[in-house]
């Protein structure tokens, strides 16, 4: 097939028109600094957003990364030199990152089937192996919730901090709550690559003010108050920008319109796969993901490598990529402990068969079906 005449990316930030006025607002209040109007409003109006699943008042931090906010939550959670976190396998880096931060060392769970989350039967066996372990720290892969009540109810039986990255899921569902309000602390992330973005950024909500006090603290420098700059504590700058907060006010608008368009791809996806060896990225029936990213994994026993079906789609102009490696594969942690409740884990079975899709959520019908109509050739 010819290449496409121009690239079909994976994901790209979609900008509308309001993101501009609360920028402009800040220029015109000569507000070009971290902390101000939009950042409140951002963290007012995500917290208003967020309780619409009636999990209670959250206190929302806006910070410069989701990254930075990770790090906070581990730091509020209390992790120390030596202390084990038991952490989901199959995410980004930045999920288990502020993990070593801390000093802390991660124990990475396997995911099961359904939603390609930590499995819940190896988080047991983690506990039961790791009895002392206090914090849990868990990924939604792909905007697909976990199964969260099976998650909480061990981490309350074993006494754990659940921290949730949601940071691929702002706007999904589980059981009718969303996700970013399961943990004690929660994280969500505006990269340019999310399903809003404020070109970089991120959010840490905790479920008690004096939490979110503490985190802002550290946040600014750990300037303690007193006239000139005393230091009892290191700090760190994290703080977002009210410039950047304003394009986050923006966006926060047009959320569930991303999340609308986001299922679409995913659908078109579904139905033109389905008499093909090809599966979607799974998830439950009882939950609503944000499908930030359409993901297949080719049936098992059918010869065709995903690796060749990426390589033929950038030969074509358009980006797809593998499933991200799992954490227990990764160089940077040879030697740290895997927990799995099978023979062969789940996520190397994943990782091996699958790839992620574009899912722009700008791509038109057209572009879709010439994605499409690639991946087909293959089977
Ligand atoms: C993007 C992402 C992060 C990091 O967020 P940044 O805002 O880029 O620091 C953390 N965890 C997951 C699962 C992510 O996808």
């Known amino acids: 097939m010819k290449p496409y005449p121009h690239k079909i990316p994976l994901a790209t930030p979609t900008m509308h028109e309001e993101e501009m006025a609360y920028i402009q607002d800040a220029f015109d209040r000569n507000w070009i600094a971290p902390l101000g109007f939009n950042c409140d409003g951002f963290e007012h109006e995500m917290n208003i957003y967020l309780n619409r699943g009636g999990n209670g008042q959250f206190h929302a931090l806006c910070l410069n990364a989701g990254t930075a906010a990770l790090h906070l939550a581990v730091k509020l959670a209390g992790v120390r030199r030596g202390d084990v ?87 999904s569902e589980y059981r009718e709550e969303k996700c970013g309000t399961f943990g004690k602390y929660n994280v969500l992330s505006f990269n340019g690559n999310k399903i809003i973005t404020t070109s970089g950024g991120g959010m840490l909500l905790c479920d008690n003010e004096d939490d979110r006090r503490k985190a802002l603290f550290w946040a600014t420098q750990a300037r303690e108050p007193a006239l000139w700059y005393q230091h009892n504590e290191i700090g760190y700058n994290y703080r977002m920008s009210n410039v950047v907060a304003g394009i986050g006010r923006g966006q926060l608008k047009h959320l569930e319109e991303h999340r609308d368009r986001k299922e679409v791809i995913y659908r078109r996806y579904e139905k033109a796969f389905a008499n093909l060896p090809i599966a979607m990225n799974p998830y439950l029936p009882d939950s609503k993901p944000n499908f930030w990213l359409s993901c297949m994994t080719v049936e098992e026993d059918v010869r065709v490598d995903p690796m060749d079906i990426i390589r033929k789609l950038a030969e074509c102009n358009v980006e797809a990529r593998p499933i991200w490696k799992p954490m227990h594969m990764q160089p940077v942690f040879e030697g740290f402990d895997f927990i799995t409740a099978e023979k062969t884990p789940i996520n190397e079975d994943i990782f091996n068969r699958g790839l992620c899709l574009p899912s722009d959520i700008k791509m038109t019908e057209e572009e879709q079906r010439y994605v499409i109509e690639i991946i087909r050739s293959f089977f």
Not at 127 to 143: N, Q, R
């Open 85 to 171: 976190v038991l952490c989901s396998d199959m995410t980004f880096a930045a999920t288990v990152n502020p993990v070593s931060y801390e000093g802390g060392v991660q124990v990475f769970i396997d995911s099961e089937r359904e939603t390609w989350n930590m499995d819940p039967r190896a988080l047991e066996l983690a506990f039961e192996k790791y009895p002392d372990a206090k914090v849990v720290m868990l990924a939604h892969l792909y905007g697909t919730p976990a199964k969260m009540d099976e998650i909480k109810e061990i981490c309350r039986r074993h006494n754990a901090v659940l921290i949730e990255d949601a940071a691929e899921a702002l706007a």
